[in-house]
Nanobody, 122 residues
């Protein structure tokens, strides 16, 4: 049974930092793209960032470029999202996602985590 378990969410002040983690279990995702989506209250879920399984190719939403950094540890089946210079508009539930490639994962992931709440206070 595949499980994606996010952690690291919480309350942070604007301008601060937070690091999210997502540990995958049930199978190896070392050859899959992994990434993050988020959903703010009253809004649709949106793509945030993704990283390929090889060469560390990354993709970011324009709204987080230069502030967020995605990375992964294939040995641990874990993907991370380092969030710096956070803004109140970054407040959302953040979901881990996995798919065959960045292109497919950013549109229709195969697997989803349950989400972790990030709240940025002004």
């Amino acid at each position: 049974q595949v499980q994606l378990v996010e952690s690291g969410g919480g309350l942070v002040q604007a301008g601060g930092s937070l690091r999210l983690s997502c540990a995958a279990s049930g199978r190896s995702f070392s050859r899959y793209a992994m990434g993050w989506f988020r959903q703010a209250p009253g809004k649709e879920r949106e793509f945030v960032a993704a990283i390929s399984w090889s060469f560390g190719t990354t993709s970011y939403a324009d709204s987080v470029k230069g502030r967020f950094t995605i990375s992964r540890d294939n040995a641990k089946n874990t993907v991370y999202l380092q969030m710096n210079s956070v803004k109140p508009e970054d407040t959302a539930v953040y979901y881990c996602a996995v798919g065959p490639t960045i292109a497919t994962m950013s549109v229709r992931p195969e697997y989803w985590g349950q989400g972790t709440q990030v709240t940025v206070s002004s």
